[in-house]
């Protein structure tokens, strides 16, 4: 059979802001939505000022990963209107897109991303398309023991993934962004106070949303295989590394499907990528009954097979 793993999904890339505020004077945190990429990726504005630290203020481009691709220095000026701004705002009111807008590159544009807006009451829900044909429905609540809970399911039902996300005191989720090729989704939050402790705060959040999708895909697809519906499982097997292309266990999937359908060149490349993602699934495969017809293929054995002085 397959690899398996447990339907508990990659926790949220939360940018915890509140941590550093200090009691005494105005601390103002932003980050400000500036657009996305066609391949999933986004820039944003982010300015910081706490008392008696220097100002920190860039714009930041972020990969469809999820992970930082390049920064540079924001203007002092913008900076400094972008925090005036926020601390003359009124509470339930974001100004960082306001203050910091107008900076798209020409590879990033807001109408790309599209906007879930949250209502003041939860729970809500919404039916996505994270990838044309694809469709889903996100769902968000809170948590009796606080926070908000993201749930994500693919249509008819079934399986969910789950996304948490601290609930900021003086706050509230305001809007999810849902980025292009379905490999992120950003919260958009707020929070402020008044009086002596003074803050502004306007944050994003990454929900995996690839992650948690190609979970469901993978687990659908082992279904459809332990059926023999090998059509059906490659289709969800493809979709889910589209959307998710670090996850070496859909590609290990794929590869059985591949090899149960007699794609045995397709299946070895697939496989060959898959344990250059995670070794640790040469393991599975040198026993996994998926595989009889690799086995005689010099290139499954070299592959998986335990090198001298190694146990598998």
């Not at 969800?236 to 794609?263: H, K, V, W």
Request: hydrophobic residues 45%; negative net charge; aromatic residues 4%.
């Amino acid at each position: 059979m397959p690899a398996r793993r447990p339907l508990v999904l990659a926790p949220l890339l939360v940018v915890n802001l509140l941590g550093c505020l200090r009691p005494a004077a105005p601390t103002v945190q932003l980050q400000a939505f500036l657009g996305a990429s066609e391949e999933g990726g986004y820039e944003m504005a982010e300015v910081t000022s706490h008392p008696g630290e220097p100002q920190s203020a860039r714009r930041v481009i972020v990969g469809p990963d999820g992970k930082v691709a390049s920064s540079q220095t924001l203007a002092s000026e913008r900076a400094q209107q972008a925090i005036a701004a926020a601390l003359a705002g009124t509470a339930g009111r974001r100004t960082a897109e306001d203050s910091l807008g107008g900076m798209e590159g020409k590879a990033f544009s807001r109408e790309r991303a599209r906007v879930l807006e949250v209502p003041d009451q939860l729970p809500a829900s919404w039916p996505i398309e994270p990838v044309p044909g694809l469709k889903a429905q996100l769902a968000v609540e809170r948590r009796a023991e606080g926070g908000l809970l993201f749930r994500v399911q693919l249509e008819g039902g079934g399986r969910a993934a789950l996304l948490s996300l601290p609930e900021l005191e003086g706050g509230a989720l305001e809007s999810v962004l849902l980025l292009p090729e379905g490999h992120l989704a950003l919260a958009r939050f707020w929070a402020s106070s008044a009086g002596a402790g003074r803050h502004r705060l306007e944050g994003l959040a990454q929900l995996e949303l690839g992650k948690a999708l190609a979970s469901l895909l993978n687990a659908r697809a082992i279904d459809e295989l332990k059926q023999g519906q090998l059509a059906a499982a490659r289709g969800d097997l493809e979709q889910a590394i589209r959307i998710a292309p670090e996850d070496a266990l859909a590609r290990y999937n794929l590869a059985c499907a591949l090899t149960l359908e007699g794609s045995l060149d397709q299946a070895l490349l697939t496989l060959g990528r898959a344990v250059d993602q995670d070794p640790d699934l040469r393991r599975e495969a040198v026993r996994d009954p998926d595989f009889a017809a690799l086995r005689g293929r010099v290139e499954f054995r070299l592959m998986v097979e335990p090198r001298a002085g190694e146990e598998l």
